[in-house]
Nanobody
Framework: QLQFVESGGGLVQSGGSLRLSCKVS????????IGWFRQAPGKEREGVSC????????NYADSVKGRFTISRDSAKNTVYLQMNNLKPEDTAVYYC??????????????????WGQGTQVTVSS
C-alpha cells in the first residue's frame, strides 16, 4: 500500500517561505494524482493545490494562487509544494494525499484514497 513521508513544515515569519515535500513509497508516483490539503483548528479540511498524475493539470485554491506552486519529480517519487509570501492564515496542518489514476487536478478531499500523517506549518505575524 502506498505510503508517504512528508517533510518541510515548521515555523516561519509572515512573508517567509517553506517547501513541503511528499515522498511516495511502495508505489509509482506516475499512477497517482496528488493533492496538498490543510486543516486549521476548528476549520474543515480544504484543498490547497492538486496535480494530475501526468503533471499537466494543476489546481490552486484562490487563497494561495500566485504564492504557492505544486510540482512533481517522478524520478524521485516526490511531490513538492513551494509556499512563498506566507501569511498567518496559512497556519494549519498540511496533508499530502494521493488518488489512484487521478488524471485530473480535481481537488476535492473526498475523492483521495491515501493520506499522509500531516506536517505543521505555523506562520507568525
Amino acid at each position: 500500500q502506498l505510503q508517504f513521508v512528508e517533510s518541510g513544515g515548521g515555523l516561519v515569519q509572515s512573508g517567509g517561505s517553506l517547501r513541503l515535500s511528499c515522498k511516495v513509497s511502495r508505489a509509482t508516483l506516475v499512477n497517482y494524482g496528488i493533492g496538498w490539503f490543510r486543516q486549521a483548528p476548528g476549520k474543515e479540511r480544504e484543498g490547497v493545490s492538486c496535480i494530475s498524475r501526468g503533471g499537466g493539470s494543476m489546481n490552486y485554491a484562490d487563497s494561495v494562487k500566485g504564492r504557492f506552486t505544486i510540482s512533481r519529480d517522478s524520478a524521485k517519487n516526490t511531490v513538492y509544494l513551494q509556499m512563498n509570501n506566507l501569511k498567518p492564515e496559512d497556519t494549519a496542518v498540511y496533508y499530502c494525499a494521493a488518488r489512484y489514476l487521478g488524471s485530473t487536478s480535481q481537488c476535492d478531499h473526498t475523492i483521495f484514497d491515501y493520506w499522509g500523517q500531516g506536517t505543521q506549518v505555523t506562520v507568525s505575524s
